[in-house]
């Protein structure tokens, strides 16, 4: 079944994904893409806005990335970075 949702598609480092794994399980999501969506709605929150993706193309505006999935990648690794701050401290 087609879906008109846009897909987002970009390449990990493999200490990125065990990372987007680990929370993926401990958090009891039921697939790899509910946690990275999680995760990048969690980091955009702070933009106080509901459309996933463009707050994703805006954050990489004005963050100057070359491109979206590099800016994605970092707000992924900077929302497992404060999830592990929170579960530990």
Do not use: H, Y
Not at 1 to 20: E, G, Q, S, W
Not at 28 to 54: E, I
Not at 68 to 79: D, G, L, N
């Amino acid at each position: 079944m087609a879906t008109k949702k846009p897909i987002l598609n970009f390449v990990v480092d493999p200490d990125l994904l065990r990372r987007i794994d680990d929370f993926r399980f401990q958090n009891r999501f039921d697939s790899r893409a509910a946690a990275v969506k999680w995760l990048l709605d969690w980091a955009l929150n702070v933009l106080g806005d509901s459309d996933l993706l463009r707050r994703v193309e805006d954050f990489r505006i004005q963050n100057r990335f070359e491109n979206t999935s590099e800016a994605v990648k970092w707000m992924i690794e900077r929302a497992l970075d404060e999830q592990t701050k929170q579960k530990n401290g």
